[in-house]
T-cell receptor, first 116, second 108 residues
Framework: EAGVAQSPRYKIIEKRQSVAFWCNPI?????LYWYQQILGQGPKLLIQ????????DSQLPKDRFSAERLKGVDSTLKIQPAKLEDSAVYLC??????????????FGSGTRLTVV | AQRVTQPEKLLSVFKGAPVELKCNYS??????LFWYVQYSRQRLQLLLR??SRESIKGFTADLNKGETSFHLKKPFAQEEDSAMYYC??????????FGGGTRLMVKP
């Protein structure tokens, strides 16, 4: 099966600019997650979707971050405006609905964002 | 609140030596734990799950509820085991909380 696809792989922007990341999960995976991984740290959950609905976005900095999954398949994560501390790898993951405990998540390759 | 702690940022061993990557957790519910691995230039991938009690690539992990630990062990390390290892806790909301990771370096 095809894996979780993410684009772009790398992005360099200046602070105060905006940026968007795209994720296409594995076909049939209803649950989609966005994680932020700052260098030297473990991944931190930003938002979880179930189909096109948000399950948990309690750790998403909503003043500058937004995410959507309009048709319950692809998802985009946006940052506007970016700050230096947003420099990180942004990981997308997906899982079968109700099966994350049995099979875990499948992760994409991530987008490495550098804010200068 | 739930938390996963991996006290060692780096663990360096020689090939053939035993390996133990430490993981401690705090969680008020019944814990379900995972180990994920990230090899150089590859994606984060599932290594093993507490629920399945499996051994993958010679690695095992036992949940110790008394010590709130889920340490990853392998009796004889191989060079290809060099990677970043992350312990993760799965909560009732179907979300994984990760530890900070441990880099394992296996020297020849």
């Amino acid at each position: 099966e095809a894996g979780v696809a993410q684009s772009p792989r790398y992005k360099i922007i200046e602070k105060r600019q905006s940026v968007a990341f795209w994720c296409n999960p594995i076909s049939g995976h209803a649950t989609l997650y966005w994680y932020q991984q700052i260098l030297g740290q473990g991944p931190k959950l930003l938002i979880q979707f179930q189909n096109n609905g948000v399950v948990d976005d309690s750790q998403l900095p909503k003043d500058r971050f937004s995410a959507e999954r309009l048709k319950g398949v692809d998802s985009t994560l946006k940052i506007q405006p970016a700050k230096l501390e947003d420099s990180a790898v942004y990981l997308c993951a997906s899982s079968l609905s109700g099966q994350a405990l049995n099979y875990g998540y499948t992760f994409g390759s991530g987008t490495r964002l550098t804010v200068v | 609140a739930q938390r996963v702690t991996q006290p060692e940022k780096l663990l360096s061993v020689f090939k053939g030596a035993p390996v133990e990557l430490k993981c401690n957790y705090s969680y008020s519910g019944s814990p379900e734990l995972f180990w994920y691995v990230q090899y150089s230039r590859q994606r984060l991938q599932l290594l093993l799950r507490h629920i399945s009690r499996e051994s993958i690539k010679g690695f095992t992990a036992d949940l110790n509820k008394g010590e709130t630990s889920f340490h990853l062990k392998k009796p004889f390390a191989q060079e290809e085991d060099s990677a970043m290892y992350y312990c993760a806790l799965f909560n009732a909301g179907n979300m994984l909380t990760f530890g900070g990771g441990t880099r394992l370096m296996v020297k020849p």
